[in-house]
């Protein structure tokens, strides 16, 4: 049915002998397989190369009676292979690249999962966490192919986001946060002050007045990269009291006290004298 092909290549043979149904037959293939001795017959040929097919047709009596020859070609098939140059796959960070080392190929196709990309290497953003399925398939100037397959897996890289219940407040201001990180198991907190918790969700009393940049750090133990968030945190002043007074007189009521405000830092004041007036 065909006399060249990409291997394994499958050939149904026909005999056209005249008179075949009062002759005996003997089939060589030219591969080292066994003879068959069928009227018509099939053969594999699974190794590249030129083969010389011979019928030998014989009488009933078993003299030699004739000999057919008919050349078979299979051709060479391409050796598909590549490798994943990193060791490392984290989504959102690295790149997948991959070297094509394949061999007697003209023609190359990526499969990545449902991604199909013609391109002899390839450089692939690694975007999802999740199993990759890495196919190459090429072909020759004959159009035989081969495949060569790897599966990796990418990583999830943490990724650091927190909120604070409050991010202004006087001196002694207690704050609590609370981490929203993904693909996260270790967690370090710095409140710019100093200070450090790894507590998941911490608390920490800001006691001096100033602006703070809080900074969360997010870790993996996969081995990604880890990740920060950043919040800043204001803390006012808080205003201190202080007063002198000048009584005139030692002795004798009323008497006139003269009250100076020498507080620090205040807007408003209230002053409560003692004798139920304010």
Known sequence: NHTQGCGPLQVNFSNTSPNAENLNFVWDFGDGSSRVFTQNTEHTFQEPGNY??????????????????????????????????????????????????????????????????DRRDLIYPLTVAGDLDIRLTVQNNFQCSDTSRKIIRVS???????????????????????QNAMDADRFVWDFGNGNQSTDPNPTHIFRESGEYTVQLTAQSTNGCPEDTSLLKVNILEKPIAGFTFDKPAECGTPTEVNFTNNSVGSLDNLWTFGDGIS
């Open 156 to 178: 999830p890289s943490p990724k650091a986001a927190f909120t604070a219940d409050r991010v202004e407040g006087c001196e002694d201001l207690l704050v609590g946060f609370r």
């Open 52 to 117: 010389q097919v011979m019928l030998t047709a014989y009488n009933p009596d078993s003299c030699f009676a004739d000999t057919s020859l008919l050349n078979i070609f299979v051709f060479e098939d391409p050796i598909s292979a590549f490798d994943v140059l990193d060791d490392r796959f984290c989504a959102g960070v690295d790149s997948l690249q991959l070297q094509n080392n394949s061999e007697n190929a003209v023609s190359y196709l990526w499969q990545i999962n449902d991604s199909l990309i």
